[in-house]
Each structure stands twice: as C-alpha cells, then as structure tokens.
C-alpha cells in the first residue's frame, strides 16, 4: 500500500517567516494530494489540494507543490501568523483510500 | 462546526468493554468515512460507506464493525476494548461516492476514546 511520510515533526517560526512542510509518497499511481489543518479539539480541516496533473497551486499566503518524479510534495505558508499555529497533515489518495502523514506541529511565535 | 456531527466527545471506559460511536453527516452527503488518530500512527482510515452499503475498508480490526443508517448517519462499534484502542475516532463525509473527489469531504470534531 501507500506510505506517506511527513517532515519535520515540529516546527517553530518567527511570525511573518515562511513556513515548509515536506511529504513523501511511495505509490506513483497516487493522483490527489490534500492538505489539511487540524485546530486543538477540532477535526482536520482541509486547506488546500493540488492533482497529480498540476505542479503548484497557490490560495493567498498558502501554496502547494508537487513533484511527480520524486514523489514529493510540500506545502509552503508565507507570512505566517500565530492563527496558522496547529497540527498540519498531508494525504495522498489512491486505491480508493487516503493516506495520512504522521503530522507537523507548527508553533508561530509572535 | 463543519456540519458534521460526533457523538459524544469524550468516553472514558474499561478494557474489556463495547462502545458505540456516533456519526451525523452533513446534510446531503451521503458517504461516510471513519479514521482512527492515535499519537503515534497519525490517521488511519477505517471503513467508508456510501448510502448504506460498505465501499471501502481500511486498517480496521476484527473487534470493530460499523454500519450506515437509511437516515445516513452511521455508528462504529468497537468492542472487547484494549488499552491501545484509545484515541481519536473521526468521521469524515461527502457528497461523492468517490474519496477521489475531495468535494466536500469535511470531517467532525472527533470522539476521544480512552480504555483504562
């Protein structure tokens, strides 16, 4: 099956630094790759996907990239605030099942 | 709130027990999914179904079973617990029949399970 794994585990920034969360993926025939943003005491909730067709996609200070090759993708927030602070996650999708990296904790410090 | 709803939030219960988990979707979805998040495995998917009927199974062990209503709210059931059953159970739904499709897949606030 699918494994996904996640880096770093935590990470601690400065507010207004960028912030990088890598994950790798062992299926190439995984095509969806979501990212999701999990508040203490709350589900995760997603906050941007990119597919496998696509090599970058941006929302606002938040951007997600893929490397098909490789079998990595990373998600990129610039300007971080102390709201980005939670639990990231990224996923991967294929066999009609979504796998789950282990999680990066991302504290901001204002 | 996500439209999605888990009940209850918190059990606290003893080895040995049987316990069921409660799962309302948001209002339209018809697929459901279940993920177990524990400390050290992060989430892992259970078991997806769509309208009733069982789509997709995951790292879902012999002891738990779940199932989807005609009013397409669905309970995991986990029985003859053990310590290491404790964690974080989420549900998750979606319009799509397809996890492929992240259209709408929202998940609930998760219920906190813990066997002592």
């Known amino acids: 099956g699918e494994n996904v794994e996640q880096h770093p585990s935590t990470l601690s920034v400065q507010e207004g630094d960028s912030a990088v969360i890598k994950c790798t993926y062992s299926?190439?025939?995984?095509?969806?790759f979501p990212w999701y943003k999990q508040e203490l005491g709350k589900g995760p909730q997603l906050i941007i996907d990119?597919?496998?067709?696509?090599g970058e996609k941006k929302d606002q200070r938040i951007a997600v990239t893929l490397n098909k090759t490789a079998k990595h993708f990373s998600l990129h927030i610039t300007e971080t605030q102390p709201e980005d602070s939670a639990v990231y996650f990224c996923?991967?999708?294929?066999?009609?099942?979504?796998?789950f990296g282990t999680g990066t904790s991302l504290t901001v410090i204002p | 709130d996500s439209g999605v709803t888990q009940t209850p939030k918190h059990l606290i219960t003893a080895t040995g027990q049987r316990v069921t988990l409660r799962c309302s979707p948001r209002?339209?979805?018809?697929?459901v999914y279940w993920y177990q998040q524990s400390l050290d495995q992060g989430l892992q998917f259970l078991i997806h179904?769509?309208?009733?009927?069982?789509?997709a199974k995951g790292n879902i062990l012999e002891r738990f079973s779940a199932q989807q209503f005609p009013d397409l709210h669905s309970e995991l059931n986990l029985s003859s617990l053990e310590l290491g059953d404790s964690a974080l159970y989420f549900c998750?739904?979606?319009?799509?029949?397809?996890?492929?499709?992240?259209?709408?897949?929202?998940f609930g606030s998760g219920t906190r399970l813990t066997v002592v």
């Open positions: 179904y769509y309208n009733g009927e069982e789509r």
């Open positions: 209002s339209g979805d018809l697929s």
């Open positions: 998750a739904s979606s319009v799509a029949v397809s996890p492929r499709s992240n259209y709408g897949y929202t």
């Open positions: 990119i597919r496998s067709n696509v």
């Open positions: 299926d190439s025939a995984s095509n969806y």
């Open positions: 996923a991967a999708h294929t066999g009609n099942q979504f796998y």
